[in-house]
């Protein structure tokens, strides 16, 4: 236990070192940068790690930050995959193009870590689908999530995107709105409530938009990131 608790400290001290080395002014603006390595990570991912704290003035965020060496720890599997790939297609092994599937895969690896790339993603699904939201599906959206009153006038339901601190991200560190949510199977029962189904039918609404009209698609939809 002693040894992944050193381990751990050691990822929160040079992910904290990430962040002086590539947002300075957010390494500044911190107001308890020791309080946030304390209290650690409060989600994590294969890229990266989220933490939770505080910036002047006394705003709460999201810091999302790459993992130690993880650049150079794709760089070297990416390198491994396309050589095995290359082994397989020199020897007829598949009939699939194994270089070309390897070379999509990776690219897109490399995509995900650009974390100026997710944010520009982030304004992007905001500009569509946030509360000034361009998309143009409002009669979908709103009929499927029971948004009109007796008189026919719309009542829109909102879906809140989290703002993007563009002052503090760069290719390694995004900073995001922390923004508290409650999931919709968080009652007693575990199910969700009569009462939520417009938010449901609104999440519905929205996903079909996007396959349908926009094509902008939130690829990672899961229950951390959805409330």
Not at 155 to 184: D, F, H, M, Q, R
Request: glycine share 4%; proline share 4%.
């Amino acid at each position: 236990t002693q040894g992944v608790s050193s381990a751990a400290s050691d990822v929160y001290k040079r992910q904290i070192d990430t962040i002086r080395k590539e947002s300075p002014k957010l390494y500044e603006d911190i107001e308890n940068i020791e309080d946030m390595l304390e209290k650690g990570s409060v989600a994590a991912a294969s890229l990266c790690q989220v933490y939770k704290c505080r910036v002047k003035p006394q705003e709460v965020v999201e810091v999302k930050v790459h993992r130690p060496y993880i650049r150079e720890q794709v760089e070297a599997d990416a390198y491994l995959l396309r050589l095995a790939a290359s082994y397989l297609e020199k020897f007829n092994l598949m009939e699939a193009k194994a270089v070309d599937a390897v070379d999509e895969f990776v690219s897109r690896l490399f995509e995900e870590m650009d974390f100026e790339n997710e944010a520009e993603n982030v304004k992007k699904f905001n500009s569509l689908y946030g509360p000034e939201g361009t998309a143009k599906m409002d009669d979908v959206v709103n009929g499927a999530a029971g948004n009109s009153d007796n008189s026919g006038r719309k009542s829109k339901l909102e879906i809140k995107v989290p703002k993007v601190y563009e002052e503090y991200t760069s290719k390694k560190v995004l900073v995001l709105e922390w923004i508290e949510g409650t999931p919709l199977t968080s009652g007693e029962l575990r199910e969700v409530d009569p009462k939520d189904l417009p938010l449901v039918r609104l999440g519905i609404a929205c996903t079909l938009s996007q396959l349908i009209e926009t094509g902008v698609m939130h690829a990672d939809p899961h229950l951390s990131l959805i409330h």
